[in-house]
Nanobody, 125 residues
């Protein structure tokens, strides 16, 4: 089993940037697709970004495309989410998740079988 721990969240003003990290431990995650999701109070958990096992393919929600960048370093067992031009609507708890064997739809949370505990991102206006 893989354990995930997110870090890098915090409070930032609108227009600012944050970089989230997701460190994996346990078995290697280098063959798994990885994703970031977020959940705001009273809302469903939604897809933000995903990356294939090799890093060769990336996917983004329309609301973050052009502002967020997902990347991974398999040697360091870490996935990143660089978030630029942040908006108050980006305020949420951000979760890292893994999709074994890089199978299934990258944007569908039901294909992700292991999750981190989440990190809070708050964007003030």
């Amino acid at each position: 089993q893989v354990q995930l721990v997110e870090s890098g969240g915090g409070l930032v003003q609108a227009g600012g940037s944050l970089r989230l990290s997701c460190a994996a431990s346990g078995r290697t995650f280098s063959t798994d697709g990885m994703g970031w999701f977020r959940q705001a109070p009273g809302k469903e958990r939604e897809f933000v970004a995903a990356i294939s096992w090799s890093g060769g393919n990336t996917y983004y929600a329309g609301s973050v495309k052009g502002r967020f960048t997902i990347s991974r370093d398999n040697a360091k067992n870490t996935v990143y989410l660089q978030m630029n031009s942040l908006k108050p609507d980006d305020t949420a708890v951000y979760y890292c998740a893994g999709r074994p064997g890089d199978s299934g739809w990258a944007s569908d949370k039901y294909y992700y079988t292991y999750w981190g505990q989440g990190t809070q991102v708050t964007v003030s206006s």
